[in-house]
């Protein structure tokens, strides 16, 4: 059985997020950048499935410019059997991506598409939905429990009434949520020996891929902030406060 | 002029309450507006939808595939309906909203927004990206609008109105890949996180799904939801659906008790519309304080009760 999973580089998420002063958007150079969260969840369930010999082969799969190669090398580090770098510089929207991701899932006749539910930069939560729409296969979103077996999947997702179970028939897209796993420490070996995989470069020309219809920025604005707040000493105070605004 | 279409969410008979939210973001677009609620029996759901203050029809589309509603059977149904001619369609921003409008979005092969949380016209809206830090005016191109609508970022309508309800046709191949098999939900009586004025919370700092007593006692003695961090979720204190923040529920209510949260951006994101938020937190430096309008520096297991008491 192959996976594919899909591993977008972002700004880490300990990162204290600055908008320009322009308003033409995020400050993103000389940034710290991560593997998005999300997808490191999917890369540590599919690596999970590869040890448990449900999963047989990971292709990790990137989309975007030369920078993005480091998510993928972190992605090889983590068990990925190969990688293929989707080379598009600029922004990429999810339409876009979703294209670009059920190319390479056709051509690679993958079982399961793996990705995170979000991304924590444009927190769009959007790709793997668009993608599985695409290919009109199944999909699983907020997967907080991943069971492979027979050509199906039974996926627990985590909606706002608790915890729901969907059966899917394979191939299908699976998004993950926080709760799923907690991905690995990379260890140095294997990151060494990440960083002399040969990496497979595409187009999206190779991949027969139009660019979307995209969504235009006009403009960044930092959030409306909150007035200043006060501190209290003690319960009392915090009680007469309470009242006052008639909270309590 | 604009044409919109809201996707109903219920559940157990009864229509979600961000509906008529989502309602607020369609009269700010401004046009003729219809819900379609998608069930296996939705004559009494309708009946709810049909009060919605500037509801034109509220449709029905009855079909067993649609006793529990998932993004992956809904999606063709809901495209079927699209080209009756509507210009936008939202669903709440919420787990079904999220399951199924990129869905629909991507059969039509356009983009989707997520997560409006204003309105400047029918192309152009406000977003929230990186947890909230940053606020996006974006515009979407011409061709038909999906979107998800932030619930927190808008009030609900009126419930008084009496518009038609009318049973829709649509013919749309459903696919039987997707089987749902059922869902483990917690039953409680306190108000819900999303609808509730109140909400107490608390994180990692409880230690215990047993300590989460304190924050349950006081919340129910001033009538309040309960929420919590993600580290109290993870740590299994309690259930997930209780997780606020960016990736968890994003709620508004008029007065947010944080007890023993750091105040992570991503908790933060899930809080900045509420009216009023305190934070208890032993730490006089955590950044909790920075957002709190009200702060109080201590043990949140001497001051919930104490607090308990006076109240
Ligand atoms: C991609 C991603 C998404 C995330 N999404 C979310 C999300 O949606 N929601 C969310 O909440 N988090 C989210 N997180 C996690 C977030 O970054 C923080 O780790 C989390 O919010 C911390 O929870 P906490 O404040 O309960 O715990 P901690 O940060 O450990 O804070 C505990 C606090 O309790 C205080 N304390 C300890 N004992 C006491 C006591 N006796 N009395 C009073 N105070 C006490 C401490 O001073 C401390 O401030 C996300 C993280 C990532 C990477």
Known sequence: ????????????????????????????????????????????????????????????????????????????????????????????????????????????????????????????NQTGQMTAALLDVAQATFASKIEIADGKATVT??????????????????????????????????????????????????????????????KTAPPPSRSKGVMVKTVDELVAMLKQKGLV | MSKILIVADHADGKLNGGVAKVMSAAQAIGGDVDIVVFSD????????????????????????????????VLAPQVVELVKGGYTHVLFCGNALGKDTAPRVAALLGVPQVSDIMAVHGANSFDRPIYAGNAITTVEVPEGTVIATVRLASFDAVAEDGSAAIEAASVSAALPSHTRYKGLQAQKSDRPDLQGASKVVSGGRALGSSDNFKVIFDFADKIGAGVGASRAAVDSGYVPNDMQVGQTGKIIAPELYVACGISGAI???????????????????????????????????????PELQSKV
């Not at chain 1, 009434?161 to 260890?187: F, H, S």
């Not at chain 1, 995989?197 to 999206?204: H, K």
């Not at chain 2, 049909?50 to 067993?64: F, P, Q, S």
């Open chain 1, 1 to 124: 059985m192959k996976a594919l999973v899909s591993v977008k580089r972002a700004v880490d998420y300990n990162v204290r997020i600055q908008v320009k002063p322009d308003g033409s958007g995020v400050v993103t150079d000389g940034v710290k950048h991560s593997m998005n969260p999300f997808d490191e969840i999917a890369m540590e369930e599919a690596v999970r499935l590869k040890e448990k010999g449900v999963i047989t082969e990971i292709i990790a799969v990137t989309i975007g410019g030369q920078k993005n190669e480091e998510t993928l090398r972190t992605a090889l580090a983590f068990g990925a059997t190969r990688a293929i770098h989707v080379k598009e510089d600029g922004e990429i929207q999810p339409l876009t991506a979703a294209r670009a991701l059920a190319a390479v899932f056709k051509k690679e006749s993958v079982d399961v598409l793996l990705c995170g539910k979000q991304a924590i930069d444009d927190d769009a």
């Open chain 2, 266 to 304: 991503q908790h933060l994101a899930g809080i900045k519309d509420a009216k009023t938020i305190v934070a208890i937190n032993k730490d006089a430096d955590a950044p909790i304080f920075e957002v709190a309008d009200i702060g109080l520096v201590g043990d949140l297991f001497t001051i919930l």
């Open chain 2, 41 to 72: 029996n939705g004559k009494a759901v309708a009946e709810q939808a049909a009060k919605i203050n500037g509801v034109a029809k509220a449709l029905t589309v009855d079909n067993a595939a649609n006793a529990n509603l998932m993004g992956a």
């Open chain 1, 157 to 218: 997702r985590e909606v706002d009434a608790g915890l729901e179970t969907l059966d899917i028939d394979l191939p299908a897209v699976v998004t993950t949520d926080l709760r799923l796993n907690e991905p690995r420490y990379l260890k140095l070996p294997d990151i060494m020996k990440a960083k002399r995989v040969q990496i497979e470069a595409v187009t999206f020309a190779d991949l027969g891929v139009e660019a979307a219809p995209a969504i235009k920025v006009t």
